[in-house]
């Protein structure tokens, strides 16, 4: 988003003109930046065989799994409602991994037959695919690698605490388990969480996948999963991707010549794709001054972006109907029945009813975490590629609202 000609525009589209023509709150996406950003990750990893696998569940329009695809990446699916989705968009099969947690075996026999790559997380789930499938079905193994990262409890997944992956304590017994089964295990994972800004912990991930990796023969990848930082707030920065990039793939080619092969290396972003591709608009529905703040209600809120609410997240905030004139302090709130502030204190350019708010960085688990709690309809998407922009998807209506419902007629 930037302001050119005294407008605020995404690839010279009047973001105003946009909600002018689909109404708000809407999600917009700036396909080019997603496309930048693939690149950018490519280029970082030129050196070595690199496959990026999107993190799906960021933002799962089939439209954008599809610029995914013209861009060169693959998927990383994590139910298989979201496998399902992927090859929809026309991913092939073996294009997606799938990466489940928790899910009963049905689920991943359901997988097996779609034919994506399995990722396994429990030592019970890989009894069980060795006691069906033995060594006919090739398996990607996610280990738990113990390190504590990422930007705050919810998102740090691969602490010795957390549910995911199989604790690389465990390894020994894995390695029985694979040796009993004479399982095909071609790929080990590791994802430790969201927001990481240091190159360190990739680093650190590698070298836990490395040491595991040498109890393997036959392996043809190892993936890192996902969790590059972006910046939400002022003054924050993004994770370096060229300096992981280098310092990543020299450990990568020095392991993988040790082993005798070389391997391929996968990424799983999902924020560092998405998320600063998109911009939730809203508009300013009531001004309201109290004692203590100003708030402005906006016709949104925790059911559309519940990251604020979910992880104390911060967003950026701009009122582009308004480009000049003096600035007030105001704390941006939806409009659900619960305190669902967006945004507190923020300087804006003074925001006067019917005025359109941007809220920044939306594109990673905005709309793909929305829902219709207070019976709200979730907002329309569009997408801006080569200058053009198109609805990706339509608003709710009322009768979306009901569709699953069954009247008793009492
Ligand atoms: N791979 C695996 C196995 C994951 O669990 C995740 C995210 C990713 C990749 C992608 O991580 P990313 O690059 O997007 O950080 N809803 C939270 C983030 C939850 C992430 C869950 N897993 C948020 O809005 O901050």
Redesign the pocket.
Known sequence: MQIRDQKYQIQGVDLLDLVKEHGSPLYVYDGEKIQAQVRQLQDAFSSVKLKI?Y?T??LSNINILKLMKKSGTGV?A?SIEEVQLCLHAGFAPEEIMY?P?GVAFSEIEKAVELGVMI?IDNIPMLEHFGTKYGNSVPVCI?LNPHILA???A??S?GHIDSK?GVSILQLKHVIKVVEAYELDVIGL?V?T????LDADVFLKGAEILFDAAREFKDLKFLDF?????VAYKPGDISTDIKEVGKRVSEAFKAFCEEYGRELEIWF????????ESGVLLVKANVIKSTPASTFVGVDSGLNHL??PM??D?YHGVENISKLEGPERVYTIVGYICETDTIAADRKLKEVQEGDILAIKNAG???F??ASNYNSRFRPAEVLILDGKASLIRKRETFEDILRHQVDLGI
């Open positions: 696998k993190a569940k960021a990383d994590v990466t947690n990722n996610r990422g930007g705050n919810k998102i997944v995911f994972h994802h969480g969201s927001d990481i999963g996902g969790g590059f930082k799983e972003p999902g924020k560092f794709l998405v998320s519940i990251r979910m992880y997240a990673a688990y905005g793909s975490m």
